[in-house]
């Protein structure tokens, strides 16, 4: 199982950014992606999951409205858009996958670290 | 939303000697509690499923215990490599929620 992220984005407040998680090396319809953040020296903040299968979502209240997730079939890719960003939106964002055998995460991508600067 | 609450924030612990971390969760979780193992600039590691399940290739001195609402990660006698920060994640309800975290530094 592998979840490859897309690479580092700077971004000016009040943009979008949308970051990519590649998987591979299981049935990509399976299993639930998870998107987490975490802040600069803050701790791990769940944000929402999207469902490949069908595409369904559940969103943090904390970030509905403002993040989109999705996925594309073809390339078992799940992307997570974030908009209207600000300077405290700055952090790493990782995606991860339930285990094999059970609801927790057991793989996770290698971060995308998103800066919001202007 | 299930609120989860680590303590300590920071334990300092001598290289051999044990450390005993704190999760609690505001409502109970059954055993849906895992523990996660995080290093600067790396993505968490999964120590322990099921509350005291521990993942493939995780050493033996790493034990988790608890149930319901108090949990308990328990590193047995501690190695260079084992400070970093800990987090408890509850899989039991949506939204899934993680703790704050505990830092484990060398004293």
């Known amino acids: 199982v592998q979840l490859v992220q897309s690479g580092a984005e700077v971004k000016k407040p009040g943009a979008s950014v949308k970051v990519s998680c590649m998987t591979s090396?299981?049935?990509?319809?399976?299993?639930?992606i998870y998107w987490v953040r975490q802040a600069p020296g803050q701790g791990l903040e769940y944000m929402g999951i999207i469902n490949p299968s069908g595409g369904g979502t559940s969103y943090a209240q904390k970030f509905q409205g403002r993040v989109t997730m999705t996925r594309d079939m073809s390339t078992t890719t799940v992307y997570m858009e974030l908009s209207s960003l600000r300077h405290e939106d700055t952090a790493v964002f990782y995606c991860?996958?339930?285990?094999?055998?059970?609801?927790?995460?057991?793989?996770w991508g290698q971060g995308t670290l998103v800066t919001v600067s202007s | 939303e299930m609120v989860m609450t680590q303590s300590p924030v920071t334990l300092s612990v001598s290289p051999g000697e044990r450390a005993t971390l704190s999760c609690r969760t505001s409502q109970s979780v059954s055993g849906n509690l895992a523990w996660y193992q995080q290093k600067p600039g790396q993505a968490p590691r999964l120590l322990i499923y099921?509350?005291?399940t521990r993942a493939a290739g995780i050493p033996a001195r790493f034990s988790g215990s608890g149930s319901g609402t108090d949990f308990t990660l328990t590193i047995s006698s501690l190695q260079s490599e084992d400070f970093a920060v800990y987090y408890c994640?509850?899989?039991?309800?949506?939204?899934?929620?993680f703790g704050q975290g505990t830092k484990l530094d060398i004293k």
């Open positions: 991860a996958r339930d285990s094999d055998s059970g609801s927790w995460l057991g793989y």
């Open positions: 099921g509350a005291s």
């Open positions: 090396g299981y049935t990509f319809t399976n299993y639930f």
């Open positions: 994640l509850q899989y039991h309800s949506w939204p899934r929620t």
